[in-house]
């Protein structure tokens, strides 16, 4: 069984973040471990408070992982503060970390800010060129590349900016867009599209988190970047066609929604 590890926030109610991410690990079959960066407080209303951990703990957590287990992937979620992204980078250079799957989360659904401002150039600069995989969605794109996003060929050229940055592939996330929603995958040479219909549901907390935690499973798994990213697309489509209506909010994904029909588990 390969691991993985996640480096990101915590969810209170379970279907973004840490959390999120060692169930998607759990789900395709890797074994998950976590190093966290934040204590969100939230729920499926919306986050309504965070408190950072120190990049002292940080850097211990990553140390206690790397010294003791084998990390075949890991993913990188919530990174709020300039201290915490230079506490990251400086670990995975330290152990030369393979398949790193960046997903840069920057505002909640309910607009709660994630990541300071000031650390805007600290991502770029600092974790982008660590990542085999970065996932931005449209307004994170828009924030990192500083164009305006309104179709493909916009996303064409966000993804050019963000390889030349050092990127070693990019998935631009096209949920925002107005039609279907439509991914570009961008290798450096190819533009891929991965075009899927919209599932009307409210309950999609964690979708990104979810998707870059099953591309860091693939990637563990010895997967390409490509297929890694087809493979968790079909995941979280899944996952969202039979999301769960938990909370007065947005629900959360079903991450094991294929292991519960195997088991002969009914899930409203």
């Known amino acids: 069984m390969k691991h993985v590890l996640t480096i990101a926030g915590s969810d209170t109610c379970g279907g973004a973040g840490i959390q999120a991410d060692i169930k998607t690990f759990s789900a395709l079959g890797t074994y998950g471990m976590s190093v966290i960066t ?7 209303q919306g986050v309504f408070d965070c408190q950072d951990i120190t990049p002292e703990i940080i850097k211990k957590q ?18 709020s503060k300039i201290e915490t992204i230079k506490a990251i980078a400086e670990k995975l250079k330290q152990y030369k970390v393979k398949n790193v799957v960046v997903d840069p989360v920057m505002i909640s659904k309910s607009g ?3 990541m300071k401002s000031d650390a805007k150039q600290t991502l770029i600069e600092e974790l982008i060129p660590l990542a085999d ?20 060929n ?7 900016i963000v390889y030349d940055m050092g990127a070693k592939n990019i998935l631009i ?3 925002h867009l107005e039609s279907d929603a439509i991914d570009i995958f961008f290798d450096g040479k190819n533009y891929i ?24 499973a693939n990637l563990a798994k010895g997967n390409t970047a490509e297929q890694s990213v087809k ?24 991450h094991f929604y294929e292991l519960y029909q195997k088991a002969g588990m009914e899930v409203d």
């Open 38 to 44: 934040a204590v969100t407080v939230q729920n499926t």
């Open 62 to 79: 990553i140390d206690a992982i790397f010294t003791d287990i084998e990390v075949s992937a890991v993913k990188i979620g919530m990174v």
């Open 112 to 114: 709660f800010d994630l």
């Open 133 to 152: 995989i970065i996932t931005p969605n449209l307004p994170e794109a828009e924030v990192i590349t500083g164009i305006s996003i309104k179709n493909l």
């Open 154 to 160: 916009d996303m064409k050229k966000a993804a050019k």
């Open 173 to 175: 996330k096209g949920g």
């Open 193 to 216: 599209y991965l075009e899927a219909k919209r599932i009307q549901t409210k309950n999609t907390h964690g979708t990104g988190c979810t998707l870059s935690s099953a591309i860091a």
């Open 231 to 254: 493979n968790a697309k079909k995941y979280i489509i899944t996952a969202i066609e039979h999301s769960l209506d938990i909370g007065k909010g947005v629900g959360p994904t079903n």
